[in-house]
Structures are given as C-alpha cells and as structure tokens.
C-alpha cells in the first residue's frame, strides 16, 4: 500500500473528510477511529457503548435499524456531510445447527449485516451526490473457512462481502469505492469465548503458534486491521473497489 495522501482541507492526509465508524468503542474499531483522528478526519463512532476518544459518540443498538438510521442522520448533522463509512461493529453468539437459537441468529444477522445495509443505503446516497466516497466493510475470514458453532456469524459476514462487491458496482460510476477488509484472528474482546480468551488457549499455542498452523504466528493486533482499513478508506485509494483484503497473518494461504 502506497503512503497515504491526497488530502483536503487543513493538510493532514484526512483532513477535511467526515467519518462514520461502527463499533468505536473498542477493539478494531477503536484502533481505526483512533488512526482517522491522527490523520485529521472528523470522526463520528456509533457504539452501544460510549466512546470517550472521539469527539462525536453517538450511542445506540446496531441490532434496532430505526435507531441506526436515526444516529446516522444525527452523524450526518453534526459533521455537516459524511465522506466515509467504516462498518466495523460485530457481533458474535456460538450456536450450532441442530441447537440454533433463532433470537441470537437475527441479532447476529441484524447487527453484522442488516445495520451495515441500512448505513449504505442512507449515507451512499449522499457520497453520490458529492460524487466522492468511501466505504470499508470489516468481514472475516469465516466468509469464506468455518468451525462448528458459527453458522450466524458466517452467514453475516458472507453476506457482508457480498454486498460489498454489489454496492461497489452500483456506485463506482459516482466515484464512491467500496471494499472489505477480512481479518483472521485479532486480539479483541470477541476472542473471548465463554468467558475464555481462545487466543491464550492451550489448543491455539499449541496448533496455530507452536505448529504454525498460523504463519506469522501470533494474533493481530487492532491497530495492524487498522492500518488497512484506513488506507482503503483515505484519499490514495483511487482504483481498488468491489474487493476484499484479507489481512490473516498467512493462516488461510495454507491447509
């Protein structure tokens, strides 16, 4: 990736350009937040938790799409326009197929994929219009490679990418530029399984660290993601659109 620049405004890379950042609260999307302001951006993060780090916190449930829209008008007034959308917001509740509890699956599916859709949909239609825009939509490698218990959150992510290639479609003729960016395992909190960091798990030292069944062998840190999606989101991007980098540490470039 080429150094960031192409900037507006008060000479900083994003200076000038208004973000919307989905689960800034913590975690990847806290670390891109966090990397936008740096690099001079207005940041807007809508979080069911507050967010103390960014000027403008809007909080509200990404699982009620009323609220959603609602808080991305309140972004768009507050900012005074939107230029770039980062959905990084995720949920995630392990359920396997014959046990699948239907409340958790729409949650899952709300939340990683319909509030997504809903921003698109509200915040596109104004980067059309402004004829600039970017968008960056945080999938996982589960879009593509599974384990038992994970059929919602696959099926949100999967989904995502997939909307990902047809908003990118759609609005390239209005020189917005969609993308995904697809992580492997990240030290966050939804590592953090049953109360159970997986990450510090005798199975993930042994397999994916001693075996090296993971290349590089360690999990990524939020501000590693978050380099990539900041790149893709900024100005320098001007011709990747409709793609999905996945950014793994090696660990699905093997078998």
């Not at 995720?90 to 509890?101: I, K, Q, R, S």
Request: glycine share 10%; aromatic share 6%.
């Amino acid at each position: 990736m080429s150094e960031i620049t192409g900037s507006k405004g008060d000479g900083a890379p994003f200076g000038g350009r208004r973000v919307v950042v989905t689960g800034g609260a913590h975690g990847i999307g806290a670390a891109t937040a966090r990397r936008l302001k740096k690099l001079g951006a207005t940041v807007a993060v809508l979080d069911i938790e507050p967010c103390n780090e960014q000027d403008h916190a809007i909080v509200v449930d990404l699982a009620d799409q009323r609220a959603v829209l609602a808080a991305a008008r309140e972004a768009v007034d507050i900012m005074g326009g939107v230029d770039t959308l980062i959905n990084c917001a995720g949920v995630a509740h392990p359920n396997e197929l014959t046990e699948l509890d239907w409340d958790a699956y729409h949650r899952t599916l709300t939340v990683n994929l319909h509030a997504p859709l809903v921003l698109l949909r509200e915040l596109c239609g104004r980067m059309r219009v402004a004829q600039y825009g970017r968008v960056v939509n945080v999938t996982s490698i589960h879009a593509r490679f599974t384990e038992p218990g994970s059929l919602a959150y696959d099926v949100s992510k999967a989904g995502l990418e997939a909307a990902t290639r047809t908003a990118a479609i759609e609005l390239a003729p209005y020189g917005v530029l969609v993308n995904a960016v697809a992580p492997g395992f990240v030290s966050t909190r939804m590592s953090i399984v049953d109360g159970v960091d997986e990450l510090k798990s005798d199975d993930f030292q042994d397999i994916y660290v001693g075996k090296g069944r993971l290349p590089l062998r360690r999990a990524a840190e939020p501000e590693e993601i978050a380099e990539t999606i900041v790149w893709l989101a900024s100005p320098s991007n001007t011709y990747v659109t409709g793609q999905v980098l996945t950014v793994d540490g090696g660990l699905t470039a093997r078998f």
